[in-house]
């Protein structure tokens, strides 16, 4: 078998909480305590999991978001966990994250053109605004956008399609690894499916590899090749799709899966 | 009669110089010991129709332009303030999506819970401490007796839907309106939450209506369905009849539009484009631009309610599947 493009071994990242005042008490959350894990060329891994069980911490460690205690993580043979933010740099293009709401970190003064121009002339990836408007036309039109919306602002959009927008942005740079925290939970169902499909439809054309992280399990048994389920900071169980979904193995899985509101049950 | 009986409620909202309708002919019944769901999108309507009912409309820009409120046989509509508190009293009760915002922060749990049994009834401030006790034990807070002191943010999230749920039991309410009460909960806390609503309702007999976007959470706890389309119920039935002889063709696609757990489907099917804003006028039926069924009249004519079996209304001119 190939290597796989990223390799996670022991990740560790403690937060110190307290407050140190008088009691001088500092306590660790162990918000994600030595899990491993990989992800091949063109797969799609999800973490599954509940609130708090540190799913996105593991998201944002990986892009340097947070600052990993122990572990290591070979992305394309290099530990990213021990660089420099000047080493990473470059990475950065290849390593992209959807948020779930991906304008929280932008300027919202910016037109749609600017904010999908901006990483394409950081990453030297165009020439002129010519250029960059060809590109980010038709990465519009990928993400089933009009062009046009290039010429309008944030706020003229709805909730579907700033995550389309969201979404051409990371798309736009060609990674290889995208890293995708809750991306339609905060969406409508309808708007979720489509945005949903529209995940794995990119997905499969690109052949990007994808950390999809969410706490929805049909979400995740839709867009997932295999999938690995956290509680408190671990991960209890890793395999196959339909092996989670079939024959769960740890209790922490079948519990979570027997919690899911089913809708046949009332069918007489 | 049933408990609570609506009828043709017309709720409108002011921006500007205009009143955009956004609640529209909504009629439903609810009887006594029965669970009703409304489910539907955001901004569908949901919320506002349970504050109507509640009457905690005033001083917002929503008006009730029309309609009736049927509260054991009283139109709550046509009463002055003191009246509707007089007949609600303390047996309609409301919580809430996040129980956060609805707890005071700075309170202990027992003191917020006493304070809302002593509003409502005559007693010692000893008795009330016990009552909240009971209450606190009812929806199964792990020991109680300490419990009672914590305060809010001392407490999980299902932890502290429970103590809002104890809150609206403090007065044994006939009729228990919860907006989406497990939406920001864990699916096994929900779980936890939807079983203790269940079996407090069997024990009380207390009528629910349970506000959801969630089709799942609504066909494993109500009797009965009604989806919420942009301001009009679209569909409604039993949820046994809703979920074996689906007809209007939003619910059939928020019913597609749902990834599967229990097995792999290729491609969602998803309802196309989106909901339109509030000052977007839609001529003929409001779900045309998106429906996959629809043709000529659709985009001219607004449907009525019709029954295509007894007790099973659906508001289209093309119901799906039905063999008529
Ligand atoms: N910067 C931080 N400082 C201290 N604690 C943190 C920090 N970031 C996260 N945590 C804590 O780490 C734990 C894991 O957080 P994380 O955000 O990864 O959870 P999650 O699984 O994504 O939950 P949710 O689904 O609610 O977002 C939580 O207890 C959280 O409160
Ligand atoms: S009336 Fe026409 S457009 Fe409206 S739901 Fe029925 S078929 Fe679709
Ligand atoms: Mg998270």
């Known amino acids: 078998m190939t290597r796989p493009l990223l390799e996670v071994r022991e990740l ?7 407050r140190g ?3 001088r008490r500092k306590s660790v959350l162990k918000a994600v305590d030595g899990i491993s894990f990989s992800i091949h060329e063109g ?11 540190g799913k996105s911490t593991v998201g944002r460690t990986l892009t340097q978001l947070e600052t990993a205690t122990a572990g290591t993580a070979m992305f394309d043979g290099r530990d990213i966990l021990n660089l420099t933010h000047a080493e990473f740099r470059p990475l950065r293009r290849d390593i992209q994250m959807i948020f779930q709401d991906p304008f929280a970190s932008l300027n919202p003064r910016l037109s749609i053109e600017q904010m999908l121009a901006e990483p394409l002339f950081i990453h030297r990836l165009v020439r002129d605004r010519s250029e960059a408007r060809e590109r980010i036309a038709a990465t519009l039109e990928l993400v089933g956008m009009d062009a046009k919306s290039m010429n309008r602002y944030p706020h003229e ?9 969201g979404i051409a942005r990371v798309m736009i740079l060609t990674p290889r690894l995208v890293i995708a925290d809750e991306p339609v939970s905060a969406l409508d169902v309808s708007i979720q499916a489509q945005v949903l499909n529209l995940i794995k439809q990119l997905q499969r054309d690109s052949g990007v590899s994808m950390l999809f992280i969410s706490h929805d399990l049909g979400a995740v048994r839709h867009i997932s090749d295999r999938v690995a389920v956290m509680y408190r900071g671990a991960l209890v169980e890793t395999g196959e799709k339909r092996q989670i979904f079939e024959t769960p193995r740890h209790a922490y899985t079948r519990k979570l899966l027997d919690s899911i509101p089913r809708l046949e049950k009332r069918i007489a | 009669m049933a408990l609570l009986d609506i009828r043709n409620l017309d709720l409108r909202i002011a921006r500007g110089s205009e009143l955009l309708p956004v609640v529209q002919g909504v009629s439903f019944a609810v009887e006594e010991n029965e669970t009703l769901g409304i489910v539907g999108e955001s901004g569908c309507g949901k919320s ?13 820009a929503v008006r009730i332009a029309g309609g009736s ?8 509509l046509t009463l002055s303030p003191e009246e509707r508190r007089r007949v609600m009293g303390d047996q309609m009760a409301m919580i809430f999506q996040e129980p956060m915002t609805s707890l005071n922060p700075v309170y202990r749990v027992g003191d917020q819970i006493r304070e809302a049994i002593l509003q409502h009834r005559s007693m010692s401030r000893r008795q009330a401490h016990d009552r909240a006790l009971d209450l606190l034990e009812l929806v199964r807070i792990p020991d109680p007796v300490r419990r009672i002191d914590s305060f809010p943010h001392q407490m999980s999230g299902g932890q502290r839907q429970r103590v809002m749920i104890a809150m609206a039991l403090a007065c044994d309410p006939k009729l228990l309106i919860a907006d989406e009460p ?7 806390v929900q779980k936890e939450v939807l079983e203790l609503m269940r079996g407090l309702q069997t024990r009380t007999g207390m009528s629910i209506v349970l506000i959801s976007h969630d089709l799942g959470v609504i066909s494993e706890t109500c009797d009965k369905v009604a989806v919420m389309y942009r301001g009009r119920i679209v569909e409604q039935a039993s949820t046994s009849t809703l979920f074996s002889n689906m007809s209007h063709p939003y619910t059939l696609g928020l019913l597609g539009s749902i990834p599967a757990t229990d097995h792999d489907v290729e491609w969602l099917d998803a309802i196309p484009g989106r909901v339109p804003t509030l000052d977007e006028a839609v001529p003929g039926c409001a779900f045309h631009p998106r429906c996959f069924a629809a043709k000529g009249s659709c985009r001219t004519v607004d449907p009525g309610a019709a029954a ?8 289209c001119h093309f119901p799906q599947g039905s063999s008529s």
Do not use: K, N, W
């Open chain 1, 12 to 18: 560790r990242t403690y937060f110190s909480i307290g």
């Open chain 1, 21 to 23: 005042g008088f009691m």
């Open chain 1, 43 to 53: 797969e799609v891994l999800s973490l599954v999991g509940e609130s708090g069980c």
């Open chain 1, 157 to 165: 959009f709805s909730g579907g399609q700033r995550q389309r927008i």
């Open chain 2, 48 to 60: 506002l129709t349970a504050l109507a009912i509640m009457g905690l409309l005033e001083g917002s």
């Open chain 2, 69 to 76: 409120v049927h509260f054991q046989g009283r139109d709550l």
């Open chain 2, 182 to 188: 497990t939406t920001a909960l864990d699916v096994t």
């Open chain 2, 308 to 315: 295509v079996s007894p007790a099973h209304f659906v508001r």
